[in-house]
């Protein structure tokens, strides 16, 4: 894997801007982060070492673009990924997953993705294959005639007519019978405490590992043939050993981590209170971000230079209220700002996966044209900072719900509108919203 030179912070923060509104600190702050991955590995190797991620701490309310930046940042330079919930663990010697379990789950996710890659580069060699075996199948190579085996000749006219047929999807909905190679069914599964379920997926590959696999006779279509067949030669034509190893080399030195919800875990909590594992999982974390070893089925994976971005609303907590150590293990810190009216317009029209742009294309498919006006769009906009303001503020995500409620009748009947051209405009938005926006005791319909 090369990061690409051309990325400069600017250029990063460009391609955030085409996903996420506003935010500039926080697209600065991780813009550097992985620009700094670039200058790192054009360092001399004695130096290379010694130079670790800065982490990132960011702060705001929900629905502002936390884990989207996070999420785009990693998808910009084909990095493995994952996003964790900090509340979903628990310190060692209570119920609950271990922390080193991100780690392996990034590991899982960087195998994946290399994985891919290589099968993708074996795929021509693979689909030659898979189409050699699928004209077996439908010319067997040797026919049995008068009690004597006769060979057939590879380039033979019929067998070249077959292929031809074969390459222009002519048979394609054939049934034709192969064999299919499945692995022994594991025996482990269901026996699992919960908490353990790392420990179960470990057992479960080693007792798959040793069980032989089964070849079965299974009739399908040509076609969905070809992708079994091509699957199962590309994944013979590739050095799984290789893949791993890989897999390795990209977690330790490319891999992202998100660490959201961080401040449910923050605060000093009683002995008897139900959180008394909440330090417990702060002091699990230290060792993962600070750096340290930890194994998985790919190879033993070191932490030292994953980048780690960790993330919360700090509502009824602050940073501070982190143990010492764990904070130094955050030195970069970026406050991220409620969206206002005219980020809500942004979003709603701006990015390439704009809302209003979804369910544009989404009652396309049925062959309505559905338009918003830019009184409508403003007056969305407003509604969703209003009734931000005076229930729950859940961000951009309250234009999701506002939306919904706007689009049900028209989703409802989508079928029925064929060939029709709607025009949203600012009254239709005023009477499908009027109850919500006059009682505030209806907001609450509007999670």
Do not use: C
């Not at 290789?242 to 998100?258: D, K, L, M, P, W």
């Amino acid at each position: 894997m090369q990061l690409r030179e051309d990325l400069t912070p600017k250029q990063i923060v460009e391609e955030l801007d085409k996903y996420i509104v506003g935010q500039k600190d926080a697209k600065k702050a991780v813009a550097i982060a992985l620009r700094n991955r670039w200058r790192r590995h054009r360092l001399p190797e004695d130096l290379r070492d010694e130079v670790i991620p800065k982490n990132i701490l960011m702060i705001g309310p929900t629905g502002v673009g936390k884990t989207e930046i996070a999420r785009r940042l990693a998808s910009l330079v084909g990095a493995p990924f994952i996003k964790v919930e900090a509340t979903k663990f628990t310190e060692v010697g209570y119920v609950g997953r271990d922390v080193e379990s991100i780690i392996r789950e990034l590991a899982e996710s960087s195998f994946k993705m290399v994985k891919a890659e290589k099968m993708e580069e074996v795929k021509e060699k693979a689909k030659e294959i898979a189409e050699e075996r699928i004209l077996d199948y439908l010319i067997p190579m040797k026919v049995k005639r008068y009690g004597t085996v006769e060979s057939v000749e590879e380039t033979s006219p019929a067998r070249e007519k077959f292929r031809e047929m074969l390459r222009k999807g002519e048979l394609d909905d054939r049934t034709v019978e192969i064999d299919v190679e499945e692995k022994g069914v594991s025996v482990v599964g269901g026996v699992i405490a919960p908490g353990l379920e790392d420990i179960e997926n470990q057992l479960k590959d080693l007792f798959s590992s040793i069980a032989p696999s089964k070849r079965k006779r299974r009739k399908t279509t040509v076609r969905e043939a070809m992708k079994i067949l091509q699957q199962q030669e590309a994944e013979k034509l590739i050095d799984m050993d290789e893949v791993a190893s890989e897999a390795v080399y990209r977690a330790e030195n490319f891999g992202i981590v998100f660490i959201d919800e961080i401040d449910k875990v923050a605060g000093k909590s009683s002995g008897s209170s139900p959180d008394v594992s909440r330090e417990g999982v702060q002091r699990d974390l230290l060792p993962i971000v600070e750096g340290t070893t930890v194994s998985t089925k790919y190879g033993p994976v070191k932490t030292d230079h994953i980048l780690f971005i960790a993330a919360g609303a700090f509502h009824l907590s602050k940073p501070s209220d982190l143990i010492p150590e764990l904070q130094g293990r955050f030195p970069i810190r970026v406050e991220l700002q409620p969206l206002s009216k005219e980020d809500f317009v942004k979003i709603l029209t701006q990015p390439k996966n704009a809302l209003l742009k979804q369910y544009k294309a989404l009652m396309e498919t049925e062959g309505v044209d559905i338009e918003f006006t830019d009184d409508a769009v403003e007056t969305i906009a407003q509604i969703a900072e209003e009734v931000n303001e005076k229930t729950e503020n859940i961000g951009a995500r309250r234009l999701h719900t506002i939306l919904e409620r706007i689009m049900e009748d028209y989703s409802f009947e989508a079928p029925d509108l064929k060939g029709q051209h709607i025009i949203i405009d600012e009254k239709i938005i005023r009477s499908k919203l009027e109850e919500i926006v006059v009682s505030e005791d209806l907001t609450r319909y509007i999670l």
